[in-house]
């Protein structure tokens, strides 16, 4: 972080306020828990340190891990998600919609009127998918379970999607809400066959064109490669193209309103779950071996066997045991504490609130405290919980905004592999420089967060971080390099600026 801390001890050289006195030493707390409290979420807000209070650090992991913290949303938040169609449409009465639609543009003669009309319709889908990147965003900042938010990111970018491939951006966020969000702390496996129905991830990685005589491979390499084993787990190309048969006929119910017929010989093999639709008529029968073991041709239930054969393969333990310690601990984390993680996903069937109960009770997480870097979602979400602590923001889109300028936009990266775990993603001089120029916006309280979408610019949002939040569990924990920043500050905007762009800050 050696941008930063420059532009942190250039600072020093300017001006200088004096660093303000700790409102209460007995109100302090201890930095061991403070530290693992800022893992636990989007770094601190004041209802996270009086739940920590309240719980202590075991209450607080035990009610986090069995989910057993209420998904209450402050009022103005949850009444501005309400606002949003993409939450509260159905998946399948927007997708008839927009193919309606589409039916529409495609029978006008071509002419102003259409290129209009087609100009309409992609806005109103553009604006579809930013509401799902609001809606992530949303509950990452005030989501009362910050344990499972941070799950529920690393499980987006995991099982990453494309907003501007095909129809996504219109189910990103039926892709967030009842994919991810639902099984973000239970069984691996149930993770893995909810994205694999998902009409989502069908679309992404074509598996809704995967069918006997014309197979498509795709989402069967990214599964065994990105989703489950990873690369050099064993696996043969082979083992690809067999997944990729079991896998034939797992597709997307059509929505043109014509019931499809089929034979009784295979009426009994029909899955339909949502608008997941298994087609025993684009499926191959065939008898296929996947990782040594013979799957007979069955229908879906080649499916289930594939995916209780892979997650039970101590490779998949190891794979993702791996990627939560990169997201939560280390860029390399402690292959000890990657070992302990793997072994109760074994022993657990691929429990991932056991996993995390693993790696949240570890030695290797309170000793890597302050090395964690903090990729862009985590800088702008924990920007905003510490900044304005709690108060309903307005307008999400100037998040969204901040996000697209530093190269991580949610639901936005192209290739299936998700954005990069490690700080060499986001530390470039250009990528900490922008970090700077946010940090800057929010300290300034000219964000525009608190101004309505479509609204006069009324008034700023004017954040003061110097409260007892601070004092108490913030300030205890700062380098001498950062406070002396800090007492060079002119203004209470300079202070904020300074704080959120500190290295103590942007590590976690």
Request: with cysteine; aromatic share 8%.
């Amino acid at each position: 972080m050696p941008v930063l801390r420059a532009v942190c001890l250039l600072v020093c050289l300017q001006i200088c306020v004096p660093f303000p006195a700790s409102a209460s030493a007995a109100a302090a707390l201890n930095p061991v828990d403070i530290a693992w409290l800022r893992r636990d979420g989007f770094d601190l807000d004041a209802a996270s340190v009086t739940r920590l209070r309240s719980m202590g650090r075991a209450g607080l992991l035990e009610a986090q891990l069995t989910d057993r913290i209420p998904e209450q949303l402050p009022p103005a938040i949850a009444t501005l998600l309400d606002s949003y169609p993409a939450l509260t449409s159905s998946l399948d009465k927007s997708l008839i919609a927009r193919r309606q639609e589409q039916e529409k543009l495609n029978a006008m003669p071509d002419g102003d009127d259409k290129l209009a009309a087609k100009k309409a319709a992609q806005q109103a889908a553009n604006e579809f998918g930013q509401q799902a990147q609001e809606i992530v965003l949303l509950r990452a900042v005030y989501g009362q379970n910050q344990l499972k938010e941070q799950l529920i990111d690393f499980w987006l970018n995991h099982f990453s999607v494309y907003l501007g491939k095909g129809r996504v951006r219109w189910m990103a966020a039926d892709y967030e809400e009842h994919v991810i969000r639902p099984h973000a702390l239970g069984k691996f496996k149930d993770l893995l066959m909810a994205t694999l129905k998902s009409p989502a991830m069908l679309e992404y990685l074509d598996n809704a064109q995967n069918a006997k005589g014309k197979v498509n491979e795709n989402y069967a390499r990214e599964l065994m490669e990105l989703h489950t084993l990873g690369v050099g787990a064993g696996y043969t190309q082979q083992d690809v193209q067999q997944l990729a048969l079991i896998l034939t006929g797992s597709g997307l119910e059509p929505l043109d309103g014509n019931e499809q017929a089929f034979a009784p010989a295979l009426a009994p093999f029909v899955v339909r779950e949502g608008l997941f639709e298994f087609n025993p008529k684009r499926h191959d029968f065939s008898d296929k071996v996947l990782l040594g073991q013979t799957i007979r041709g069955s229908g879906f239930n080649e499916v289930t066997q594939a995916v209780e054969l892979i997650t039970r393969q101590k490779a998949c333990a190891e794979f993702i045991s791996q990627r939560l310690a990169e997201y939560f601990v280390a860029d390399k984390p402690p292959h000890a504490l990657v070992e302990r993680m793997a072994a109760t996903f074994q022993r657990s069937d691929g429990d991932i609130a056991q996993v995390m109960r693993t790696l949240f009770q570890s030695k290797e997480l309170q000793h890597s405290a302050g090395s964690k870097f903090k990729d862009p979602i985590q800088f702008v979400a924990s920007s905003v919980r510490l900044a304005y602590d709690g108060k309903s923001v307005a307008n999400a889109r100037p998040m969204i905004n901040w996000l697209n300028q530093m190269g991580e936009p949610v639901f936005g990266r192209v290739t299936p592999d998700g954005w990069p775990l490690d700080s060499s993603g986001w530390t470039s001089s250009g990528q900490l420089s922008k970090r700077f120029e946010i940090a800057r916006i929010i300290g300034r309280g000219d964000s525009q967060l608190f101004t309505p979408q479509g609204s006069p610019k009324a008034g700023i949002g004017f954040p003061m971080i110097t409260t007892r939040l601070f004092y108490d569990a913030v300030a205890p924990g700062l380098s001498a390099a950062t406070r002396g920043a800090l007492d060079q500050a002119a203004s209470q905007q300079e202070w904020n600026t300074y704080l959120l762009s500190s290295p103590d800050f942007n590590n976690r």
